[in-house]
C-alpha cells in the first residue's frame, strides 16, 4: 500500500476546504492509499508505441461551418410579441417601486 500519512490527508482536506472528523481521516488514509496503488498497476503497463488519447472512441468534430445567412426581420420577431415599443419588446418590470 502506499504510505499516506494523516497529515496528508488532513493538509489535503484543508486545502479542499472540507471538514473531516479523525474517523473519516482514517478512512480516507486507506481509500486513498488504495487509489494510488491502483494508479502505480497502471504505471507497470507498457504503453510504448501507443497514442495518447482524449476519448476511448475515435469522435470527431462535426459541427458545421459558421456561414452568415439570412434570419428573420425584426418586424417578423415583433409580430407574435404581445407588447413592443421603439424596436424593443416590452415586458412586466422586475424591479419593485421602492
Known amino acids: 500500500m502506499a504510505d ?3 497529515e496528508q490527508v488532513k493538509h489535503v482536506a484543508h486545502l479542499a476546504r472540507l471538514a473531516v472528523t479523525d474517523e ?3 478512512q480516507l488514509v486507506d481509500e486513498l ?3 494510488i496503488d491502483y494508479a502505480e498497476q497502471l504505471n507497470e ?3 510504448d508505441g501507443i497514442e495518447p488519447t482524449t476519448h476511448v472512441l475515435d469522435l470527431k468534430n462535426i459541427m458545421r ?3 452568415p445567412k439570412e434570419w428573420i ?3 417578423e420577431a415583433f409580430k407574435n410579441a404581445p407588447d ?3 424596436g424593443h419588446f416590452r415586458v412586466p418590470s422586475i424591479l ?3
Open 4 to 6: 499516506i500519512s494523516k
Open 24 to 26: 473519516e481521516v482514517e
Open 33 to 35: 492509499s488504495a487509489i
Open 45 to 47: 503497463l507498457d504503453t
Open 65 to 67: 461551418k459558421d456561414e
Open 73 to 75: 426581420t425584426q418586424d
Open 84 to 86: 413592443h415599443e421603439d
Open 96 to 98: 419593485g417601486d421602492s
